[in-house]
């Protein structure tokens, strides 16, 4: 079992900044690729970003492609979400996912082993 606990969320101004963490604990973290998804109120959950377990591959969804980056620190079971120029559609609860897979299975959203609980992400106009 993983555990994933979500960090970093908050109220922002437009064209502001946040960092959201997600630390993985409980299994082994080795070979996990992860995702970060977000819903946003009366909205199905959507993908945001993923990356594979070296970091060396990573995939973004288009609407926040060259605003949102996502990396991780294996030595601290950890991945993040860098979020720059946030706009209100941003808003959303967002949400950290773990698949023994790769990350283009998680962009699909195919068989995603854990679920974080979700940090709540507030972008004010």
């Known amino acids: 079992q993983v555990q994933l606990v979500e960090s970093g969320g908050g109220l922002v101004q437009a064209g502001g900044s946040l960092r959201l963490s997600c630390a993985a604990s409980?299994?082994?973290?080795?070979?996990?690729?992860m995702g970060w998804f977000r819903q946003a109120p009366g909205k199905e959950r959507e993908f945001v970003a993923a990356i594979s377990w070296s970091g060396g591959v990573t995939y973004t969804t288009n609407s926040v492609k060259g605003r949102f980056t996502i990396s991780r620190d294996n030595a601290k079971n950890t991945v993040y979400l860098q979020m720059n120029s946030l706009k209100p559609e941003d808003t959303a609860v967002y949400y950290c996912a773990a698949d023994r897979g790769t990350a283009q299975a998680i962009s699909l959203m195919k068989g995603i082993d854990y679920w974080g609980k979700g940090t709540l992400v507030t972008v004010s106009s």
């Open positions: 409980g299994r082994t973290f080795s070979g996990y690729a």
